[in-house]
């Protein structure tokens, strides 16, 4: 089993940023790709940004390029989302996800991560 925690939500103004991160521990696997994901309140799940631990390859959501970084540790087994540029529309609860079927290329539908962290709420305030 994959355990997967977030941390480092909170409230912020218009334009603020915030550093998200979730901590990966549990069965380990040599390649894999790690997502997150956002879901407003009313709305459906939606795919935010992924990336391949072991390469590095990213992908986004239009919605956020430009704004948002997805990285990771290795040595940490962490992965981080920068958000610069928040937008009152940014608000919703924020969970990453891991796809140890190492998908190509980085999935964006959620039905293809097969482990998945609680969330941590994001409020953007205007």
């Known amino acids: 089993q994959v355990q997967l925690v977030e941390s480092g939500g909170g409230l912020v103004q218009a334009g603020g940023s915030l550093r998200l991160s979730c901590a990966a521990s549990?069965?380990?696997?040599?390649?894999?790709?790690m997502g997150w994901f956002r879901q407003a309140p009313g709305k459906e799940r939606e795919f935010v940004a992924g990336?391949?631990?072991?390469?590095?390859?990213?992908a986004y959501a239009d919605s956020v390029k430009g704004r948002f970084t997805i990285s990771t540790d290795n040595a940490k087994n962490t992965m981080y989302l920068q958000m610069n540029s928040l937008k009152p529309e940014d608000t919703a609860l924020y969970y990453c996800?891991?796809?140890?079927?190492?998908?190509?290329?980085?999935?964006?539908?959620?039905?293809?991560?097969?482990?998945w962290g609680q969330g941590t709420q994001v409020t953007v305030s205007s």
């Open positions: 549990g069965r380990t696997f040599s390649t894999y790709n």
């Open positions: 990336i391949k631990f072991s390469g590095g390859r990213t």
């Open positions: 996800a891991l796809d140890s079927a190492f998908a190509i290329p980085i999935p964006t539908a959620q039905h293809a991560y097969d482990y």
